[in-house]
């Protein structure tokens, strides 16, 4: 079983960083594609950015390239979610979620990020 915990979140203002990170639980997290999600109030949550288990390849959303980068460190089972340029627009609850193979069956409980213009 795989448990996530974020961290990092909180109010900054537009133009700002924020770097999230998400902890893992358990000895496989090395084996798993690893996700950030973020949900808006009324909206549906939405993919935000993507890492292999090595970390040798990456997406991101079109709304979040160029300014977001998403990384890993599998010594410390820890993913991280580095946002800069950040725009009010990116005020959601952030998640991360861990990929078994069988699409994104673990999540975090979720991290609040405000953005005030």
């Known amino acids: 079983q795989v448990q996530l915990v974020e961290s990092g979140g909180g109010l900054v203002q537009a133009g700002g960083s924020l770097r999230l990170s998400c902890a893992a639980s358990g000895r496989t997290f090395s084996m798993y594609y690893m996700g950030w999600f973020r949900q808006a109030p009324g909206k549906e949550r939405e993919f935000v950015a993507r890492i292999t288990w090595s970390g040798g390849s990456t997406n991101y959303a079109d709304s979040v390239k160029g300014r977001f980068t998403i990384s890993r460190d599998n010594a410390r089972n820890t993913v991280y979610l580095q946002m800069n340029s950040l725009k009010p627009e990116d005020t959601a609850v952030y998640y991360c979620?861990?990929?078994?193979?069988?699409?994104?069956?673990?999540w975090g409980q979720g991290t609040q990020v405000t953005v005030s213009s």
């Open positions: 979620a861990a990929d078994t193979g069988l699409g994104y069956t673990h």
